[in-house]
């Protein structure tokens, strides 16, 4: 069988990355493709337990940015080989609510770790098993807590810190959408949400197209 396409949905928080995996979800099933879901950290049993520690808010102790970045990348290799490739090499769509991309933007922007150490990890985790395309929702920090606000979930220990964290947080995603804009998409979610949908489906239409 064929492999699945990867695909990965990545921005700030509130930005509308859970409700944009809805819509794509359903889009793609419309069309015939068998797609499943995920998010990172998470997407295994383990990786979700790593989820829990990672982003748990934590009064004991300080969790140290070098060991957020192996924790990150430790689930990541859990979902990567329990989940993410039986899915593509069993020719399944996968759709992921995150991904490599926000470690380079959290850790790399975000708490400053050098770019090169994330590369590598990368390079080793990750390796040739990248998403062919990637939907940046793109929104300034400040619009996307308003929203998150909103929903009002309680913030995790990450979405607890100060704005000008997710400042270059945002900057190493658009950063990025420069560099690889083949792959990633910046989708303006500063809009409506039919209006964010219209240009999902307009990138998710010329992404099946040359499937
Ligand atoms: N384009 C939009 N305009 C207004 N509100 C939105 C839009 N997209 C999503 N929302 C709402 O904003 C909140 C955050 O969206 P969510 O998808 O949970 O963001 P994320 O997963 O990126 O943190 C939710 O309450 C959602 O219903
Ligand atoms: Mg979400």
Redesign the pocket.
């Known amino acids: 069988m064929m492999q699945g396409k990867f695909i990965s949905i990545e921005?700030?928080?509130?930005?509308?990355?859970?409700?944009?995996l809805q819509f794509i979800k359903q889009y793609l099933t419309k069309n015939n493709i068998d797609v499943v879901w995920t998010r990172e950290p998470g997407g295994t049993e383990l990786a979700e337990e790593i989820r829990r520690l990672v982003l748990h808010p934590m009064s004991f102790e300080e969790i140290e940015p070098e060991t957020e970045l192996l924790l990150m990348f430790a689930a990541r290799a859990q979902h990567m080989k329990k989940y993410i490739l039986p899915a593509l090499n069993s020719g399944k769509w996968v759709a992921t609510?995150r991904f490599i991309d926000a470690s380079y933007a959290y850790q790399g922007g975000g708490r400053g770790i050098a770019m090169d150490y994330i590369t590598m990890l990368d390079k080793w985790i990750v390796g040739s098993t990248y998403p062919q395309l990637t939907l940046l929702?793109d929104i300034a920090p400040h619009q996307?807590f308003e929203?998150?606000e909103?929903?009002g979930t309680d913030k995790d220990r990450i979405e607890q810190e100060k704005m000008d964290f997710f400042v270059r947080v945002r900057d190493v995603y658009l950063e990025r959408a420069k560099q690889d804009p083949e792959r990633i998409k910046v989708i303006d979610?500063s809009?409506?949400?039919f209006?964010?949908e219209n240009q999902i489906r307009d990138v998710l239409d010329e992404f099946i197209k040359r499937r």
């Open positions: 921005g700030t928080e509130g930005a509308g990355k859970s409700t944009a609510d929702l996307g929203r998150a909103k929903r979610a809009v409506p949400l209006a964010v």
